[in-house]
């Protein structure tokens, strides 16, 4: 019995070290990159929208508006929300070094954590900036 004992507990203790593992720097490169191309594809939408809220702004829907300096205003704020998401992005791809070669594994790693939260930023602004922006697309109207 005491022998079954120990083989049980090897075997847990085994399975506890093979769960509890650390992503490796590829990993999470690779999720980093994949954000990014997924970012990519939000990009050509935040253009998009730039461009239909431009369409708002010189037509006539918002001077038929009672508050249209309000609008206005409003609408040119979303502009510049979208374009400095868009600059963000840019400025992220330009400061990221995908063949990053550290001294060690856990400095590629830390480098590569370090990344994703700034590439989550992007995402986060890009996705608060594109649902405003789609929802007053949708109130104009504009295809």
């Known amino acids: 019995m005491n022998r079954l004992n120990i083989t049980i507990f090897s075997l847990i203790t085994l399975l506890f070290f093979a769960c509890k593992t650390e992503p490796d720097?590829?990993?999470?490169?690779k999720e980093v990159l994949n954000i990014h191309d997924k970012l990519m594809i939000d990009g050509?939408?935040?253009v998009k929208n730039k461009m239909k809220l431009d369409k708002i702004l010189i037509s006539d829907?918002?001077?038929?508006?009672?508050d249209s300096t309000q609008q206005k205003q409003k609408i040119s704020d979303l502009i510049n929300r979208l374009n400095a998401a868009d600059e963000k992005m840019m400025d992220w791809m330009h400061f990221f070094k995908d063949d990053f070669k550290g001294k060690t594994e856990q400095e590629d790693l830390d480098y590569y954590k370090a990344e994703m939260v700034k590439i989550r930023a992007v995402e986060d602004a890009?996705?608060?900036?594109t649902r405003e922006s789609d929802s007053l697309i949708k109130v104009?109207?504009?295809k």
């Open 61 to 66: 829907q918002v001077k038929m508006a009672t």
């Open 25 to 29: 720097s590829k990993a999470v490169r």
């Open 140 to 142: 104009y109207q504009v």
């Open 126 to 129: 890009y996705i608060k900036v």
């Open 44 to 46: 050509e939408k935040v």
